[in-house]
């Protein structure tokens, strides 16, 4: 499955970018989502609250039992850095769009 995203990089330029995705996954220390693709030097970073991470984990369940081949964050910036580097932003609420 591909996922195509809303990217601002170190220096706030915005892009869209489409990765293979590899999955996503929570981190609670930093309260940020990480989505992992084929991109092994880069983090996908989205701060956001783990209630909010649910509703999007949620979403993307539903777009793979759907068996769909493309999914698209919308209303959320995701945060494209290189490994280990962080980011202040504000919490994101993302939706999650199969198409």
Known sequence: ???AMQCADSNGTLNT???TFYG???D???RSAVI???HLNHDYVIP???KDYETAAKQIMEAMKAHVNLISIENG???RGRKGESRHVEPQKLKIVPI
Do not use: A, G, N
């Open 77 to 79: 910036i995701i945060c």
């Open 28 to 30: 609670t220390r930093y």
């Open 17 to 19: 970018e489409i990765c």
């Open 48 to 50: 956001m609250d783990s």
């Open 36 to 38: 992992s693709t084929e």
């Open 24 to 26: 996503i996954r929570y």
């Open 1 to 3: 499955m591909y996922i």
